[in-house]
């Protein structure tokens, strides 16, 4: 019935003219989307801060076990844009598996978890930026860079990368795909180049001991440490290879380019942070990682000032690209929960112009700018992914459910192992969800309240399919 129901949701949102985004999207475009949207702070931040702190050098072997884990929702993903087809991302997939109210909860979350992340990502990309600046001396006033609770005015630099990016998302998906395709290079010659010489300077004492934290224990502070620790912080590095799926719509063959896009863009990643991760703690003692540039850091340790600059442009690439390729996928899920009727029409509207939604693109633009330049949101909103794994248990659940309740469906790319496979990914990915802190389990219970009241009292009585059933 689930499915019935969803191709029914399909005919009717496509049945109007103006609702319908442009195919342009090649499988290549949707692989470097993938890689965009991953290589950014995982391999430039959080790899230095998990081996000083949780792993030691076994932040390779940390590496590999999320990898894993990402890797069974990630052909979970491929499966079901293959066989459904239509609006991409968990909010879709969950409405061909489950049904409407299942896909407007993980859709609502998604929301929330997708906005956190740029604003905290521009954080991010304003302290390198500034940085730079200041390498020149061109600094800008702190003032400018800091939040007001911090002492500042606005962190300027956060909130015009956002408003650039608004602008860039406006003229057309397939500008934007070709600039993310350019940083995407970008960020692959800088860390080529650290991999050109780092792989003449390592020290194989630094990998001695290999495990010092072991695989798992609990520090005197209390706090946990080891591979598996390791593995649930870098686990996030990783998040992002969903976001490919939000294209559905842009991509000129989803069936064939997005299962394509989403493996290829997670198998090239995982390569690059086991190479990266391992060099890294062979050419710097582990201990002397924990920077918020531990790459650049490790280049300047070894006297390649020149390298270390360049890795810091690399970094700027690197997290403009995930801003980008998230604030996208955003934008494209509020655009397909309107166009089902379970939010205002009013964001389902197209550009005739530019093929774009928009009203849903200046929105959220001015919105997550504002976040980002008055609310300092550090390290902790870039972990709070807790929304982004429920997705991840849903779409691995719906692999299971749609292969016993629509045996017959075509499915031109089949997850390996069915249901070996989606049930490890539930497994892995609800065990990362259990070690996350309680305020971040409190954050979601309270969005999801919000959300339950804003279906129950507009959602369910718009709804596209309640008013043509």
Known sequence: ??????????????????????????????????????????????????????????????????????????????????????????YGYSYAAFGELIAFIIGWDLLLEYGISVAAVANGWSGYFNNALASIGMPLPVSLTKAPILGGIINLPAAAIILILMGLLIMGVKHSAKANNTMVIVKLITISVFIGIAVFNVHPENWDPFMPFGWFQTLADGKTAGV???????????????????????????????????????????????????????????SALNVSSPV?????????????????????????????????????????????GLLSPFFSKVSNTTHTPV???????????????FVPLGELAELVNIGTLAA????????????????NLERPFRSPFSPLFPVLGMLSCGSLMAFLPSITWLRFIVWLIIGLIVY??????????????
């Open 1 to 90: 019935m689930t499915m019935q129901i969803f191709r029914t949701k399909q005919i009717i949102s496509h049945n109007n003219e103006s609702k319908v985004l442009k195919r342009c999207l090649s499988q290549w475009d949707l692989a470097f989307l993938g890689v965009g949207a991953i290589i950014g702070t995982g391999i430039f931040v959080l790899t230095g801060i998990a081996a000083a702190t949780l792993a030691g050098p076994a932040i390779i072997l940390s590496f590999i076990i999320a990898g894993f884990a990402c890797a069974f929702a990630a052909l979970s993903y491929a499966e079901l844009a293959a066989a459904v087809g239509g609006c991409g991302s968990a």
């Open 228 to 286: 598996f620790a390791g593995s649930s912080l870098v686990f996030f590095a990783y998040v992002g290879f969903d976001a490919v799926s939000t294209a559905a719509e842009e991509a000129k063959n989803p069936q064939r380019d997005l299962p394509f896009g989403i493996v290829s863009s997670l198998l090239f990643c995982t390569v690059i942070y086991i190479i990266v991760s391992g060099l890294l703690t062979g050419v710097v003692h582990y």
């Open 296 to 340: 650049a850091h490790a280049l300047t340790l070894l006297g390649y000032n020149w390298g270390a600059a360049l890795i810091s442009t690399g970094v700027i690439a690197g997290l403009t690209t995930v801003m980008l390729v998230l604030y996208y996928g955003l934008t494209r899920i509020i655009f397909a929960m309107s166009r089902d």
């Open 359 to 373: 009203r849903v693109i200046v929105l959220c633009g001015l919105i997550i700018a504002l976040i980002a330049g």
């Open 392 to 407: 991840f248990v849903l779409v691995c659940l719906g692999v299971i459910v749609l292969r016993i309740t629509k045996p």
């Open 456 to 469: 129950f009292g507009y959602s369910i009585n718009h709804s596209k399919i309640n008013i043509h059933q």
